[in-house]
């Protein structure tokens, strides 16, 4: 059955997307940018600012219904107490998939995130990267992006037979940049240390 454009997703968020004009994506292959390089300071920076830096937003009862999640029997959600405000703690899916990006970022620079590695355990870490590997691969299959990706020769360099992959496809993006602002500046943000739990450096982040 044929889903409409307007059932696609319950996020509250969805009302407030808004698009940039058509643009080709920056993907050479050995362009750099503040997300990309050998770890610093910097670039972590970077990362946590779109992943784990991100705040959380609360749900309600009208929203779990939209997004068809109640308690289970060892699942009860988590319900923010009163105190803080109610509600349920829920967080964007986009910042969650950023997060594993970054993860598996620190896996190939191993050596520059051992204590990482040895604060968290080695077979914890292994089993998270895996999530993070499938959500993603899950994730890019469900969009399913069907753009084409245009080869060209490379007659700087006569030896190479095969045609090259021009990456910088051109695309319609969500504005990110506002999708960060809302989440972390609209009536449903609220801090992770604001949900009721002493969580000390952890996140409820998979």
């Known amino acids: 059955e044929k889903i409409r454009r307007t059932e696609w997703s319950a996020a509250p968020a969805l009302s407030m997307v808004t698009y940039e004009e058509?643009?080709?994506?920056?993907?050479?292959?050995?362009?750099?940018?503040?997300?990309?390089?050998?770890?610093?300071?910097?670039?972590?920076?970077?990362?946590?600012?779109?992943?784990?830096?991100?705040?959380?937003?609360?749900?309600?009862?009208?929203?779990?219904?939209?997004?068809?999640?109640?308690?289970?029997?060892?699942?009860?959600?988590?319900?923010?107490?009163?105190?803080?405000?109610?509600?349920?703690l829920g967080m964007l899916e986009v910042f969650h998939l950023l997060h594993c990006l970054d993860s598996l970022r620190k896996a190939s620079y191993k050596e520059y995130y051992m204590q990482e590695w040895i604060d968290v355990g080695e077979g914890a870490k292994r089993i998270h990267d895996d999530h993070c590997i499938d959500m993603l691969r899950e994730y890019i299959m469900c969009t399913a992006d069907v753009t084409p990706i245009t080869f060209y020769d490379t007659l700087a360099f006569p030896s190479r037979k095969l045609p090259m992959p021009d990456f910088s496809t051109r695309h319609t993006c969500r504005d990110f940049d506002a999708i960060l602002e809302w989440n972390e500046n609209n009536e449903r943000s609220i801090l992770w240390d604001g949900i009721g739990l002493d969580l000390g450096e952890e996140k409820a982040v998979g």
């Open 22 to 88: 058509p643009r080709n994506l920056d993907a050479a292959i050995a362009q750099t940018n503040k997300y990309r390089g050998i770890p610093s300071p910097e670039i972590d920076a970077a990362w946590m600012k779109i992943g784990l830096g991100t705040q959380a937003i609360r749900l309600f009862d009208d929203d779990l219904k939209r997004l068809n999640k109640s308690d289970e029997p060892m699942k009860p959600l988590h319900r923010i107490p009163e105190e803080f405000g109610g509600g349920f």
